[in-house]
Structures are given as C-alpha cells and as structure tokens.
C-alpha cells in the first residue's frame, strides 16, 4: 500500500486514503484534473481501475437499518 501511495503521489496524487478491506478494499485519491490520466495510467499498470465519484455538499448520511434488515430476515 505504501508503494502504491508513493506512486501515486509522483503521478500527481495530493493525497489519498485506503477505503474497505481485503478483495473490496479502495483508495481514493485527490488529484488535479490535468494529471487524472497519468495517476489513472500508473494505477492501472498496478492492476486497479478507476471509477468516479462525486462529492455532494451536505457530507456523510447515515443509513439505519432495522434489525430484521440487518440480519437479512425477510419480514414478508
């Protein structure tokens, strides 16, 4: 992970973080846009893909679920 980041930030990356875990895991970078297409090139080269995101303003919401939802029962 540190290799990566170090790779990263050379291709233009100000910054990142590592999301999730094992095979589901991400890194999410802040990079400028004329530099997107090199950090997206070295990534991939390292076996990632880049996917889109977007940043809306009111920030994080969390989502409740009940506990029927969370054990994966079907009330129905």
């Not at 930030?9 to 094992?22: M, N, Q, T």
């Not at 893909?49 to 009330?75: C, K, M, Q, Y």
Request: proline content about 7%.
């Amino acid at each position: 992970i540190d290799r990566l980041y170090a790779m990263a930030r050379d291709a233009g990356a100000l910054g990142g973080k590592l999301l999730g875990a094992g095979l589901t895991g991400a890194m999410l970078f802040v990079c400028p846009p004329e530099r997107q297409a090199e950090l997206s090139q070295v990534m991939g080269a390292q076996g990632w893909r880049a996917r889109p995101v977007e940043i809306h303003d009111p920030g994080t919401t969390l989502i409740e679920r009940s506990d029927e939802e969370a054990s994966g029962a079907n009330p129905g």
